[in-house]
């Protein structure tokens, strides 16, 4: 197979999954503004499917998941916002995947913050936002970088109260809270339900079936969100 043409395939492989991906966001969307709480429950069976089908697939040959799940739920999460902008025609709105904040009051490392998904005005710029609407951490594991999203929470605080007060920082984890995230940060938690930062949706435990009550939590929350 010619070069060009391997790379061709290729591209038109990634083209059509993102395709994919972009349909499921609209049809979540048009569930949503028929009838919030189908919405949700369609949200909560199927918006891990796209992790599990690639985790399936490459444990089959034997490979290396590495951080395939979380970069799928990434993408997933992408497009169900950037199908949401398209159904209603907004493109002063842009969705970025992968989005790195300036920040020139760090002291250690680098001056950006690495943020998984923001939204927000858009400045014409490729990868720059004008404003800031909303900021999305995204963990299939709910301890995975949460302690560093405390700490960048921290950082961007002068953005947030000073610059552009009204954007909020969220944190979404498909996994329970360990008890010792509990304890450690139990006040910081109660901060950012109150603040409808912090969604917990529970679907990737292996620890039996969840009870009818916590199914209807996950998806009054998933409306919410």
Same mark, same amino acid.
């Given at each position: #197979?010619?070069?060009?043409?391997?790379?061709?395939?290729? +591209?038109?492989?990634?083209? %059509?999954?993102?395709?994919?991906? %972009?349909?499921? &966001?609209?049809?979540?969307?048009?569930?949503?503004?028929?009838?919030?709480?189908?919405?949700?429950?369609?949200?909560?069976?199927?918006?891990?499917?796209?992790? /599990?089908?690639?985790?399936?697939?490459?444990?089959? &040959?034997? #490979?290396? +998941?590495?951080?395939? &799940?979380?970069?799928?739920?990434?993408?997933?999460?992408?497009?169900?916002?950037?199908? #949401?902008?398209?159904?209603?025609?907004? /493109?002063?709105?842009?969705?970025?995947? &992968?989005?790195?904040?300036?920040?020139?009051?760090?002291? %250690?490392?680098?001056?950006?913050?690495?943020?998984?998904?923001?939204?927000?005005?858009?400045?014409?710029?490729?990868?720059?936002?004008?404003?800031?609407?909303?900021?999305? %951490?995204?963990? +299939?594991?709910?301890?995975?970088?949460?302690?560093?999203?405390?700490?960048?929470?921290?950082?961007?605080?002068?953005?947030?109260?000073?610059?552009?007060?009204?954007?909020?920082?969220?944190?979404?984890?498909?996994?329970?809270?360990?008890?010792?995230?509990?304890? +450690?940060?139990?006040?910081?938690?109660?901060?950012?339900?109150?603040?409808?930062?912090?969604?917990?949706?529970?679907?990737?435990?292996?620890?039996?079936?969840? /009870?009818?009550?916590?199914?209807?939590?996950?998806?009054?929350?998933?409306?919410?969100?």
């Amino acid at each position: #197979m010619p070069l060009q043409e391997f790379k061709q395939n290729l +591209t038109n492989n990634i083209k %059509e999954y993102h395709k994919i991906l %972009e349909d499921f &966001g609209c049809e979540i969307y048009d569930r949503y503004k028929k009838n919030p709480q189908d919405a949700a429950r369609f949200f909560l069976d199927t918006i891990c499917l796209p992790r /599990s089908v690639h985790m399936d697939f490459i444990k089959e &040959g034997d #490979m290396n +998941t590495g951080s395939v &799940g979380g970069i799928v739920i990434e993408w997933t999460f992408y497009h169900l916002i950037d199908s #949401m902008l398209k159904k209603e025609n907004r /493109s002063d709105i842009k969705v970025i995947n &992968g989005y790195k904040l300036p920040y020139k009051w760090k002291k %250690e490392g680098n001056k950006e913050l690495n943020i998984d998904i923001a939204v927000g005005i858009d400045n014409g710029k490729p990868g720059k936002l004008k404003r800031l609407l909303y900021l999305i %951490e995204l963990k +299939t594991n709910f301890e995975d970088g949460f302690e560093k999203y405390c700490v960048q929470q921290g950082h961007i605080y002068h953005h947030r109260t000073k610059n552009q007060p009204d954007f909020k920082y969220h944190y979404i984890a498909f996994s329970k809270i360990p008890p010792y995230i509990k304890k +450690t940060y139990n006040s910081k938690l109660r901060a950012m339900s109150k603040r409808k930062q912090l969604w917990c949706f529970p679907i990737l435990d292996k620890l039996g079936n969840p /009870s009818e009550a916590n199914i209807r939590a996950c998806e009054e929350n998933a409306a919410k969100l």
